[in-house]
């Protein structure tokens, strides 16, 4: 289990969100930039650079779809810690890393009254349009999220 890059880290994000009537909509950046070239391992996970963009639908008052385009892409790692070359293919730094374009639908569901007032149910089901992987890796054939929050 990774507990963290072990490298000082660039994280810096941008977001756009606008609305007219029930029609909202956005995009947002985000990237982790190592700045060192390796950390006392004798590595460095690859820069990770993503980004999405989205349109959402208010149905009702307690109710909106959603549909969102999400890429990312995140280098190779460089280096290798001596300590976990293994015969598997995880531990080969050329497997790591690679593209990807999903394309995700959505539901959000808040409640407007009683018990259930301030909480939001959501689910998103995505697909991957694109998938360019480096060296031998799973592909993702599809992900599923629900979230659920609760607002004070």
Same mark, same amino acid.
């Given at each position: 289990?990774q507990?963290?890059?072990? !490298? ?14 029930? +029609?909202?909509?956005? %995009? /947002? ?5 190592? $700045?060192?070239?390796? &950390?006392?391992?004798? @590595? ?5 650079? =993503? ?5 959402? @639908?208010? +149905?009702?008052?307690?109710?909106? !779809? ?6 990312? !892409? /995140? ?7 001596p &300590?976990? +070359?293994?015969?598997?293919?995880? %531990? ?6 690679? #593209?990807?374009?999903? $394309?995700?639908?959505?539901? &959000?569901? $808040?409640?407007? #009254? ?8 959501? =689910? #998103? ?17 599809? !992900? +599923?999220? $629900? ?6």
């Amino acid at each position: 289990m990774q507990l963290g890059s072990g !490298t000082f880290d660039l994280l810096p994000g941008l977001t756009y969100t606008a609305k007219l009537g029930n +029609v909202s909509w956005g %995009a /947002q950046y985000r990237a982790d930039i190592r $700045l060192e070239n390796e &950390n006392d391992e004798g @590595y460095a996970l690859g820069d990770k650079h =993503a980004f999405t963009s989205w349109v959402a @639908y208010k +149905v009702t008052p307690w109710a909106s !779809t959603s549909f969102r385009i999400d890429a990312m !892409t /995140q280098d190779s790692v460089s280096g290798i810690d001596p &300590n976990i +070359v293994a015969p598997v293919q995880t %531990a080969d730094p050329e497997n790591q890393g690679g #593209e990807r374009v999903d $394309l995700i639908w959505g539901v &959000n569901l $808040l409640g407007q #009254e009683g018990a259930v007032k301030g909480h939001r149910l959501a =689910a #998103e089901f995505g697909l991957p349009v694109y998938q360019d992987l480096n060296g031998s890796q799973l592909e993702t054939d599809w !992900t +599923v999220t $629900l979230g659920w929050q609760k607002a004070f």
